[in-house]
């Protein structure tokens, strides 16, 4: 049930959707001073929600930042990779989308030394999910790619971050493999798993990724409206209210 309503909350969740709802609402209304109300609320929406000024500050606080790993050689158990940036298509099953540099980043923390095994944890979280699996076919691209199979590890049945949490502690735990273990996921998702994991009692270090903008630099055409930055408010959006609600579902 609680996946299901996750799912319609999204809906909900969307800054064009409200932008609809409130036009749609205007052509009803028969007062023009009413109709008049409700389309100045809905520019007021896209303006506020497009422009990458606010979208930049938000993030700027949102967004958490990669931890620095240790220098002196010490390797880590394992880095768990969060699924999402993969799903079904028409070349060998699969394909990769824009959260790719989950991949990118858990695959460097491996080759470069910094974790002995990688996790890689993700299913289907479609409503009506078809036999395609996140997990096994990265596990799949990763032996391609030349990595020993003993150093991949896959889960492929989660369908959220709280699943994610859970069945990769199981799989950690039956392979022996201690604490603390590398993190990654997108910028703008790791607030909340980081959260999630500590819940579930497993050590993690962020190593975030896949930021969806340069926070760090503000220009002065960032006033001007964009519509990448409204569309990348449904995934911040998603994120405040999934937070909250795991933060008091303790």
Not at 13 to 33: E, G, Q, Y
Not at 202 to 221: E, G, K
């Amino acid at each position: 049930m609680y996946f299901v309503l996750s799912k319609v909350l999204l809906f909900l969740l969307v800054p064009l959707n409200w932008v609809l709802a409130l036009l749609v609402i205007a052509i009803f209304k028969r007062s023009d001073v009413s109709k008049r109300r409700y389309l100045i609320a809905a520019l007021t929406v896209i303006v506020v929600f497009s422009m990458p000024l606010l979208f930049k500050g938000f993030t700027l606080i949102w967004d958490v930042k990669t931890e620095p790993l240790k220098t002196d050689g010490i390797k880590y158990s394992s880095v768990i990779v969060l699924g999402g940036f993969a799903g079904e298509g028409n070349v060998e099953g699969g394909q990769f989308n824009r959260a790719s540099d989950r991949f990118i980043t858990g695959l460097r923390l491996l080759t470069t030394g910094k974790a002995r095994r990688i996790l890689i944890t993700g299913g289907n979280g479609s409503l009506a999910p078809d036999s395609f699996r996140e997990g096994p076919w990265v596990g799949a691209q990763l032996k391609k790619l030349g990595i020993a199979d003993s150093l991949i590890l896959i889960e492929g049945n989660s369908r959220n971050t709280l699943e994610n949490a859970e069945f990769s502690k199981k799989i950690l735990l039956a392979n022996k493999l201690q604490p603390p273990y590398l993190l990654v996921t997108s910028a703008f998702h790791m607030r909340r798993a980081a959260m999630i994991f500590s819940r579930k009692g497993m050590r993690v270090i962020p190593q975030s990724c896949n930021y969806l903008t340069d926070n760090n630099h503000f220009n002065a055409i960032d006033i001007i409206p964009a519509a990448d930055t409204l569309s990348s408010w449904e995934l911040y959006l998603k994120e405040i209210v999934g937070y909250a609600i795991n933060y008091f579902s303790k």
